[in-house]
């Protein structure tokens, strides 16, 4: 079982460039998040998708996109990256409706200089 | 404005005794709430959950309660082992939204 998977593990980005970040889980959950961590701040979410075909803006959405690509996948774009950016990105999922806590992946360690 | 605050950023127990997590929440309308384990290079795994119509909820050596009135959650960790070293997240989802909102964590170190 490879619950959450998150690709790549680890990437370095110059300023102005774009990036998508990968995720895919295969526990059929309705619902997929985005999250950045950061020093002292935990975990704060970007977007997440209720259900497939949905996406809502989390706390911190500013300079993100995402698609729920289907079911399984869902994606987080940069589309010109800023060294606020530089974090460790989780992606999880979970099912609401059957009370599932969230699932993570391992994180995607990102920087940009 | 964080709704969910874990105003302890480290705490430090000798193994076999007890650690005690706290975390303290600001929205009445949280109807579930999680405690995460993190180690390093990994992302958080669940560890324990509790519903807000209950008041206490035990696995194993893991136990959380909930005080509603106070809006404080803790996770007793008895005994506790130098395994458990990590960062604890607590978390909380309201009632009628799909988010879940993350506390800062707390390192927990055991001491053998």
């Known amino acids: 079982n490879a619950g959450v998977t998150q690709t790549p593990k680890f990437q370095v980005l110059k300023t102005g460039q774009s990036m998508t970040l990968q995720c895919a889980q295969d526990m059929n959950h309705n619902s997929m998040y985005w999250y950045r961590q950061d020093p002292g701040m935990g975990l704060r979410l970007i977007y997440y998708s209720a259900s497939e075909g949905t996406t809502d803006k989390g706390e911190v959405p500013n300079g993100y996109n995402v698609s729920r690509l289907n079911k399984r996948e869902f994606s987080l774009r940069l589309e010109s990256a800023a060294p606020s950016q530089t974090s460790v990105y989780f992606c999880?999922?979970?099912?609401?409706?059957?009370?599932?806590?969230?699932?993570f992946g391992d994180g995607t360690r990102l920087s940009i200089l | 404005d964080q709704q969910v605050k874990q105003n302890s950023p480290s705490l430090s127990v000798q193994e076999g005794r007890i650690s005690i997590l706290n975390c303290d929440y600001t929205n009445s309308m949280f109807d579930y709430f999680l405690w995460y384990k993190k180690y390093p290079a990994e992302g958080p795994t669940f560890l324990i959950s509790i519903s807000s119509i209950k008041d206490k909820n035990e696995d194993g050596r893991f136990t959380v309660f909930l005080n509603k009135s106070a809006k404080h959650l803790s996770l007793h960790i008895v005994p506790s082992q130098p395994g458990d070293s990590a960062v604890y997240f607590c978390a909380a989802r309201g009632y009628n939204f799909n988010k879940f909102y993350f506390g800062s964590g707390t390192k927990l170190n055991v001491k053998p």
């Open positions: 999880a999922s979970g099912d609401r409706v059957r009370n599932q806590p969230q699932h």
